[in-house]
């Protein structure tokens, strides 16, 4: 299939009424989320998790996917109404996107945010679907040490990038690892750490520990915030409109902010929310007047919300591709597949030509979808800032319940989830991400296999790792992520004494 | 400002978790050998892993300070209380009585005080769970509480 006709064949998909639906549900859903503070992605696809044993597996994706990139428009509007982040994505937008607001042009920061957000978008489609044809082809010549090196590789560069103490990451990574070793084991038969629980026998439930570590852990600290203070004004559709001196100003940033996103989504390790803090410090650093940033400018908004929604879908290539998820968002991506017996490798374009490119005709469905419902409908989301998250909890929480329910029929998963929230609640709060625990969750059983097939093709020779050239990069790739923050620290060190 | 207790007590629990799995899976599963590794290998492997990576958080942790984090611990209780009530509840209560209990448990933490609304939004959440996962997902669960 030729990439027209792949495209052309991924339009017919999605534009079938019981496709359309899920997208247009999981855009609108993910919106709504990203504009209240404090629940994210993360928790909205969790929730959403149990949706997808009803539905295909195509539509399950293209829902998910959907409150993903709409969660970022959505976040954009907290951001720069409330300087509350409505996702970790957006935080950057705060920093030009408020002051905006204050300065009584909260509409053309809204308009910069989702004109650029879908900018990004384009570019990123574009860049998947380069990437994800060279990355297939190149695939087909991995084995398992490359595959299990490669993943390894991305814990890596998933707990040191972007992280204060990399020890910390590591840990909350291989504890993932360990949670994701419970159950029978696939390789031999045996049961492990289940202590005789027949609920454990299938693994931990990935439904329970999302909605555990992310829903529950996230409402509990959320219940006692205060009220939400913030530029609170009526923005019609004349306030959105920009002026030509902003139009040109944001122009330039969006590409580049989407060129970049689109390279660092697909790396393993550096998401989204990297992506757009990069992009702000670019541009910062090239702009001809420096010092308008933090005051109110349009480059400030515009390439980091280009870079993070670009990012977002260019993460799916690998995912897709190789089965391999760069990012805690991404790994819950593949386990809702997981959840139908789908594993995503190099023969997916082929195979399932729906998934793949049903999945990226959405993404330009549902950015279009996003753009003209989100300029229109601004109104009604500034309305929703204003619901306190008193009314929205307690609903959240029986939902949440009924969800995880739903998908075995035993109460236990509902005890469980209890639990795992109390659990997420004290790493969150400890600072200790649970988002790294829910990847190494993923990719344990995957790495284990991995490693054991690896072994076993070598007779034993660890040797295997450094032989096979592809495996070798990934070695050597992580041995530099795994020396950068000792190196760092002994330069710290080395300076402080001078 | 005190000591690092968050970095100190998450990561010595750490490192206990990972000491306990290690040794739990050396002492009941087949460590088979490099070339073929048996079930316990991969756990015993993490094992160790997280009990250093426990004691690298936690040790360095007590030469330092930090402003210790906030446990809320009423709004923890309120909504793990919620929830352990729905699980335990759903049986006898049915659906309906489960989630006006838990919405009521739920909100007892919430900042805004009276009562009028904690019951309007649990007959609203209510009527809305009924709609939604009753009539409309068709979902098998007795709807009202079991009479004695």
Redesign the interface.
Known sequence: MTTWEGLLFGIGFVTQPEVLVYCFLGVVLGTFVGVLPGIGAMAAISLLLPITY?VTPEAALIMLAGVYYGAQYGGAVSSILLRLPGTPQSAVTTLDGYPMAQNGRAGVALFTAMVSSFTGSVIGIVVLVLLAGWLSRAATAFGAADYAAMMILGLVAASTIGTA?P??G??MV??G??LG?VGT?V??G?Q??TFGQTELLDGINLVALAMGMFG?AE???N??N??RQGVMEKIGLKRLMPRRDDLRRMALPTLRGGALGSFFGALPGTGSTLSSFLSYSMERRIARQPERFGTGAVEGVAGPEAANNSAAITAFAPTLTLGIPGDPIMALMLGALVIHGIQPGPMMLEARPEMFWGLVASFGIGNLLLLVLNLPLIGIWVAMLRI?F??L???I??????GV??VRGL?FD??A??GI??AG???A????SPALLLLGFVLGPLI?TN??RA??IS??D?MVFLERPIAAGFVIATVALLLLPLWQAWRRRARASD | MQRDWADICGGLALAAIGAGAAGWAAVHYDMGALRRMGPGAFPVVLGSTLFLLGLFVALPAFARTDTAPKFEAKAALGVLGAILIFALGLPWLGLAGATATAVLVATLPAPRQGWVWRIVLAVAVTALTLLVFNLGLRMTLPVWPRMP
């Not at chain 1, 929480?397 to 009924?402: E, I, T």
């Open positions: 009803y103490r020890a910390k590591f840990a291989t504890l690892l360990l070793c084991d390789n031999s045996a492990r750490f529950v409402v509990i600290a219940v006692r205060p009220a306190p008193n009314y909890y307690p609903a929480l029986v939902f949440l319940c009924l329910y739903s109460t509902i005890v989830v209890a929230g109390l609640y004290l790493l709060l400890a600072r200790f284990e490693l054991r072994f076993l007779r034993g660890p």
